[in-house]
Every structure is written in structure tokens, then in C-alpha cells.
């Protein structure tokens, strides 16, 4: 997370004697994680700390390449299925029909209203959940490419 963040880390161990000053003095001890390239924006660095996913959108190809690379927000209509359960804004995995694992996202709906809205488009929520919360099943500033 620190490395994402833009920052320089180093993981030492406490217990070595007068570690911090031997770092300062130039001695090579422990892993030097070097920044990523770009820094992610904080609401992003907290989506990418989130381990635990409560469900996984599977995705169509064409779902894959507007996440992947038109960072789009994803829509009803590009989810084949719905795997586990899960409530509006709890995390969740969408992955490529091959089933690797594209990004995470928070998502907009439960499991059970997204069973009911994948395929779809945004246009036909309100028809078939009697109201819409969000065009998006994940919101693009919710979402994380993994």
C-alpha cells in the first residue's frame, strides 16, 4: 500500500540493533519497495486494500475492454453471471469469461437485483426492479483494475 502511494518503503526488522541509524548511514538491510509509476488517488488506494469480496460478476469480452481500457464504469449489460452473495456497496471480484480476474469494484446493487438486471440495459432497471439506484452495477470511482 505504501508503494502504491508513491512512497520509498523499506521492510527491516525492529529487532536489528540501531537499524534506523545503519539506514541512514547508507547500509543496504532489508526489502526496498520502490513506488509504482503513477499514484493512486486515496479513495482508490482504500478500494485495493480491501480483501474481503462478498461476491464476482462474470464478465462479457466486451465488459473486459471498457474496464480495461476505456476505464469505464460497468454496466448491467456486460455481466453474464452472478456468482455468490452480496449487498449494495460491499465489494466484489469481476473477472474475464476465462475467469482471471480483471478488477473490484463496490457494488450497486445486491446479488439478487443484479441477477435480475445483468444483461440488460441501464435504460431497463426501473422496469425490472421498480426503481434504479444506478445506471452502473460498479461505479468507474468505485472500481480498481487488478
Not at 77 to 104: L, S, T, Y
Request: glycine letters at 12%; hydrophobic letters at 45%.
Amino acid at each position: 500500500l505504501a508503494a502504491r502511494s508513491g512512497a520509498h518503503t523499506i521492510i527491516v526488522g525492529g529487532r536489528l540493533e540501531r537499524v534506523l541509524d545503519r539506514l541512514k548511514a547508507g547500509e543496504r538491510l532489508g526489502t526496498l519497495l520502490s513506488p509504482e509509476r503513477g499514484m493512486l488517488a486515496a479513495r482508490k488506494q482504500w478500494l485495493a486494500g480491501h480483501l474481503q469480496t462478498r461476491g464476482t460478476l462474470v464478465l462479457d469480452a466486451g465488459a473486459v475492454a471498457a474496464l480495461s481500457e476505456g476505464h469505464k464504469s460497468l454496466l448491467p449489460v456486460g455481466v453474464k453471471a452472478v456468482q455468490g452473495g452480496f449487498r449494495r456497496g460491499e465489494m466484489v471480484v469481476c473477472v474475464a469469461p476465462d475467469g482471471r480476474e480483471i478488477a473490484r469494484g463496490l457494488a450497486n446493487y445486491s446479488a439478487a437485483e443484479a441477477q435480475k438486471i445483468i444483461g440488460q440495459s441501464s435504460e431497463a432497471i426501473v422496469s425490472l426492479l421498480g426503481y434504479m439506484a444506478e445506471p452502473e452495477l460498479v461505479h468507474r470511482d468505485n472500481l480498481i483494475l487488478v
